[in-house]
Nanobody
Framework: QVQLEESGGGLVQAGGSLRLSCATS????????MAWFRHAPGKEREFVAA????????YYADSVKGRFTISRDNARNTVNLQMNALKPEDTAVYYC???????????????????WGQGTQVTVSS
């Protein structure tokens, strides 16, 4: 059974930083692309960042480009999201997701997700 568990969320002031991690188990982590999405109150869930299975390709939403960095550690079966220069509009529940298909490259859409974590709350105060 595939499991994903996010950690690292919390409350931070605007301009601050947080590092989210997503630990996975139950499949060969290194062959699947991974992504982060977020869901803010009153809004639809949106794509944040993705990294392909080799780690050589990364993709970001325009709203976070230059501030967030996605990375993966295949030895530890984790994907991380370093979030800098946080803004109040970054407040949301952040979810990690794994692709339903192995060896995929290119952009990661919500329909590509096979498994999701439970989410971790990020709150940015102004």
């Amino acid at each position: 059974q595939v499991q994903l568990e996010e950690s690292g969320g919390g409350l931070v002031q605007a301009g601050g930083s947080l590092r989210l991690s997503c630990a996975t188990s139950g499949r060969t982590f290194g062959t699947y692309s991974m992504a982060w999405f977020r869901h803010a109150p009153g809004k639809e869930r949106e794509f944040v960042a993705a990294i392909n299975w080799t780690g050589s390709g990364t993709y970001y939403a325009d709203s976070v480009k230059g501030r967030f960095t996605i990375s993966r550690d295949n030895a530890r079966n984790t994907v991380n999201l370093q979030m800098n220069a946080l803004k109040p509009e970054d407040t949301a529940v952040y979810y990690c997701a794994t692709n339903r298909q192995p060896y995929r490259t290119g952009r990661f859409q919500e329909s590509d997700a096979g498994f999701w974590g439970q989410g971790t709350q990020v709150t940015v105060s102004s």
